[in-house]
T-cell receptor
Framework: DQQVKQNSPSLSVQEGRISILNCDYTNSMFDYFLWYKKYPAEGPTFLISISSIKDKNEDGRFTVFLNKSAKHLSLHIVPSQPGDSAVYFC??????????FGTGTSLTVIP | EAQVTQNPRYLITVTGKKLTVTCSQN?????MSWYRQDPGLGLRQIYYSMNVEVTDKGDVPEGYKVSRKEKRNFPLILESPSPNQTSLYFC?????????????FGQGTRLTVV
């Protein structure tokens, strides 16, 4: 059973606007959450992470919000740029070495 | 250049013919891992290794073997491939496998088993 879920397979956003990608999880033991970005024909690349003891982490245009009570996290990209068009994977870890990924959300930023 | 290198990038094989996908990293990372990516299922962890001679099962280890004899290499072995192992495979490495450590991924190996 999928412990990390991304219920939106795709998202389209106008350039300059905010992109919000969502992720839900079921395991309350997850202590770290990560976002990866993947371009076609390439491996995923790390974007940003957050510890379960925090509710927000920011890195430039990227902010991740964590709502533990709702078992929900979201990635905000502001402002969105055409180069942000990619598949975004949410991931979670409960113990060192083990990672669970979501199914991915394909983001298209329209110029 | 820091990188994770997988070989081959593409492979078509027949059912039952043993194969090995190699993975090598040049960052002196302790942790390495294998994933498969399938449509609608995302990335699923197959095996991981916290250090030399230390390996553990991930979420979907059935039908796969791994070994970690040297720090830089982590080959994925399919002793008797079956069509349901047709997938896109990724190798990854990170400093120590901690939840907050950035993992570096290879470019992927697209395997087709007929």
């Amino acid at each position: 059973d999928q412990q990390v879920k991304q219920n939106s397979p795709s998202l389209s956003v106008q350039e300059g606007r905010i992109s919000i990608l969502n992720c839900d999880y079921t395991n309350s033991m997850f202590d770290y959450f990560l976002w990866y970005k993947k371009y076609p024909a390439e491996g995923p690349t790390f974007l940003i992470s957050i510890s379960s003891i925090k509710d927000k982490n920011e890195d430039g245009r990227f902010t991740v919000f964590l709502n533990k009570s709702a078992k929900h996290l979201s990635l905000h990209i502001v402002p969105s740029q055409p180069g942000d068009s990619a598949v975004y994977f949410c991931a979670a870890s409960a113990s060192r070495g083990q990672f669970y990924f979501g199914t991915g959300t394909s983001l298209t930023v329209i110029p | 250049e820091a990188q994770v290198t997988q070989n081959p990038r593409y492979l078509i094989t027949v059912t039952g013919k043993k194969l090995t996908v190699t993975c090598s990293q040049n960052m002196n990372h302790e942790y390495m891992s294998w994933y498969r990516q399938d449509p609608g299922l995302g990335l699923r962890q197959i095996y991981y290794s916290m250090n030399v001679e230390v390996t553990d099962k991930g979420d979907v280890p059935e039908g796969y073997k791994v070994s970690r004899k040297e720090k830089r290499n982590f080959p994925l072995i399919l002793e008797s491939p079956s069509p349901n192992q047709t997938s896109l495979y990724f190798c990854a490495s990170s400093l120590n496998g901690g939840g907050n450590t950035e993992a570096f991924f290879g470019q992927g190996t697209r395997l087709t088993v007929v």
